[in-house]
């Protein structure tokens, strides 16, 4: 690992007993694997102009999803049949948004959403996936292992821990909290200059406007949202853009 926090700051274990843990278990596990679904038709199309040469290892990702990330409880069951357009290509469109090269940090990367899939898509681009339970972290080290991720660190912390240990580019988050909350904990990452890509639903316009002061302490510019994806999927992501200072 490229990083560690100190000992006394390591996040503490999960304390929720009743997860699925990341070890096998003499008791099979009570959400089973499911079969992933079928990439098929404009999905297809998708993926291809997305990952190109890497849709192999896209297809595994989602295989990852849909088996081990039931059974630890990463996703819930229910969203297997929609894990290519509303999980993972979803979150590969945004890959247009990444400038040649980028350190990208993707905080509270959960399940590999935004962060495994936008790695896939730009593999020209680093990505460090911040992540802070134990349970979560193994299952993101087993699927950059299996698919032979060489683009991708994980580590395990929260974002206010890394500040100041490393300068990123991009700050990307999904599903992690409201604008105004998500601000604190990922500006600070970029380190005067770069963008957070926040992807955002239908209350982005709202969240934008409950963020007005906290950005301007954070001295993030008046957020741009954006539509990405139009050409490719029937419901294209929305993507809050913040920038700071004179980012690429």
Known sequence: MWWSPPVSDQPQPENDQTAPQPT????????????????????????EELFGDRIDLAVRFVEHLSSTGIEWGL???REVPRLWERH????????????????????????????????LARPDCQFILIEPLERRVAW?????????LDNVDVVRARSEQVVGNVVVDIVTARAVSALKTLVPLTLP?????????????????????????????????TPIIETVGEDLLAEPTTVVRVRVGSSR
């Open 24 to 47: 096998r278990d003499a008791e099979k596990p009570s959400i089973e694997a499911q079969d992933p679904p079928e990439l098929t038709g404009d999905l297809l199309t998708a993926a």
């Open 75 to 77: 996703l819930g069951p």
């Open 88 to 119: 993972v290509l979803n979150c590969a469109v945004v890959g247009d948004l990444l400038p040649e090269g980028a350190l990208v940090a993707d905080v509270g990367s959960g399940a590999g959403l935004p962060g495994l899939a936008l790695a």
């Open 140 to 148: 993101l080290d087993m699927v950059v292992d299996d698919l032979e």
């Open 189 to 221: 990452l970029l380190q005067g200059s770069g963008q957070l890509l926040a992807i955002k639903g239908r209350s982005a316009a709202e969240e934008v406007k409950s963020a007005a002061k906290v950005l301007k302490k954070h001295k993030g510019s």
